[in-house]
T-cell receptor
Framework: QQQVKQSPQSLIVQKGGISIINCAYENTAFDYFPWYQQFPGKGPALLIAIRPDVSEKKEGRFTISFNKSAKQFSLHIMDSQPGDSATYFCAASSTDKLIFGTGTRLQVFP | NAGVMQNPRHLVRRRGQEARLRCSPVKGHSHVYWYRQLPEEGLKFMVYLQKENIIDESGMPKERFSAEFPKEGPSILRIQQVVRGDSAAYFC??????????????FGPGTRLTVL
């Protein structure tokens, strides 16, 4: 129940394309869903986050879509750029700790 | 504003030695979290501390691992008698407020522990 399942494990997108990463959870007590971006050798950095009382949140080229009934949420990266190449982690939380997905390695080719 | 600082960035130990990892939170943050990342895996929660208190250690292995966050100084994650399976990246995060799920956790650059 504490798991967050993330897919795909890796993703290759051409520059300008849309990158889509999906996550699913079981624990209905989760009330905060952040996405983190991690570059090699660096720590994760918060990218965007959503609460379950909204179905979508957009910040620049990054959008989170949230489906409460299906217990799924996804990250969409519009107009993907080579600089977006990184590992992306979804996470969920209901208290103090973050439960992370297993990560998606995104490669954007020019 | 300095972010979360961790040192050392890389640590090599032989089996049986002790590893001490340090974390200085963002200035003004009094909540510290430790996570472990095994190769090709996501981050796993280990422990949540406030100054002088362990709040949640549900992710800590029962033996050899301990953590503290003293009134003065950095938080320390201590691994005694390291084994090869302890090789991982250890990340520290800090937040400003207590235990609310929406409080952003800011991560440090990590300490990469290699056990020979």
């Amino acid at each position: 129940q504490q798991q967050v399942k993330q897919s795909p494990q890796s993703l290759i997108v051409q520059k300008g394309g849309i990158s889509i990463i999906n996550c699913a959870y079981e624990n209905t007590a989760f009330d905060y869903f952040p996405w983190y971006q991690q570059f090699p050798g660096k720590g994760p950095a918060l990218l965007i986050a959503i609460r379950p009382d909204v179905s979508e949140k957009k910040e620049g080229r990054f959008t989170i879509s949230f489906n409460k009934s299906a217990k799924q949420f996804s990250l969409h990266i519009m107009d993907s750029q080579p600089g977006d190449s990184a590992t992306y982690f979804c996470a969920a939380s209901s208290t103090d700790k973050l439960i992370f997905g297993t990560g998606t390695r995104l490669q954007v080719f020019p | 504003n300095a972010g979360v600082m961790q040192n050392p960035r890389h640590l090599v130990r032989r089996r049986g030695q002790e590893a001490r990892l340090r974390c200085s939170p963002v200035k003004g943050h009094s909540h510290v979290y430790w996570y472990r990342q095994l190769p090709e895996e996501g981050l796993k929660f280990m422990v949540y501390l406030q100054k002088e208190n362990i709040i949640d250690e549900s992710g800590m292995p029962k033996e050899r691992f301990s953590a503290e966050f003293p009134k003065e100084g950095p938080s320390i994650l201590r691994i005694q008698q390291v084994v090869r399976g302890d090789s991982a990246a250890y990340f520290c995060a800090s937040s400003r407020d207590r235990g609310r799920s929406t409080d952003t956790q800011y991560f440090g650059p990590g300490t990469r522990l290699t056990v020979l």
